[in-house]
Each structure stands twice: as C-alpha cells, then as structure tokens.
C-alpha cells in the first residue's frame, strides 16, 4: 500500500480551554485525502522541528482534526498562542514496538490480552510503549499491562 501524501499547512496556536495544553488545527478538507475515520498517530515537524509522535483527532464541532502542544514542544519550537506555524504531517507507522512484537509472539496470554483490547487501545497501548526512550523500558511497559 502506497504511503499517502504528506500534508503541509499552516495553522495558528490555540488553547481552547485554559486547563489544557496549546493546540494547532487542521481543516477536514486537509486531510480528507488520507480517508481517516478515528483518532490517528502522525509523525512531521512544526516550524521545521521535529513534532514527534503525536495523536491527531477529529473535533467534529469545529470541523477539523486537532493536535495536542505540550509545554516542552512549545517551548522547544518557542511558539505561544496566536503564533502562526507551518505543519508537515505524514501518517505515522503502526508498526509495533520490537519489544511488543516479540512479547507477543513470546507469550499467549499477553498476545491474547491484546487481542482483547479495542484498536484504540491497541494504538495508546503501542504510543506509550514507543514513547519509552531505552529498550528495557519499552519491554517493562508491554509486559506491564499484559502479563
């Protein structure tokens, strides 16, 4: 299956509610050419550095997918509300974690506890367990919830 087209838009910083971190928006028509439905994990760069994994969702009231800018991105991009941006997102891997690929290939009770998990919480799951910066932690975390 061929890789869909990196999207490319500039977007402005928000904060929708002053509890919750920064966030940019994207139009629906942006990314309808990736036929997304659900949540979705990209990868790209905001102002040319580097955005990491991060879950992109759709708020359907104001019809658009939204992104989440904790304060360390924000402050590593040196970017505040009203601050216009430049976004690069491509659809990020849903490869699993090695370690998550071998625990389940390893052990049938974790591989059918995963089994049990909806896709939403198979992609969480597989985000946290990439978030890990060393292998040893990354294998902690999966074999944390499913064993």
Known sequence: MRKPT?????????????????LVTIPLDKVAPWKLDQTTVVDGTINGIDLGRRSM????ERQCWWIDLPDPLC???KIDVGDKVELNLTLASEELPEELKTLLSKNQGAKA???????????MLREEIFAAKSSETRKRRA????C
């Open 6 to 22: 990196p999207i490319d838009v500039t977007s402005t910083v928000i904060r929708h509610n002053p509890q919750f971190s920064r």
């Open 57 to 60: 969702k759709r708020w359907d």
């Open 75 to 77: 402050k590593k991009v």
């Open 113 to 123: 506890r995963w089994e049990k998990l909806t896709s939403a919480q198979q992609r």
């Open 143 to 146: 074999e944390k919830v499913l």
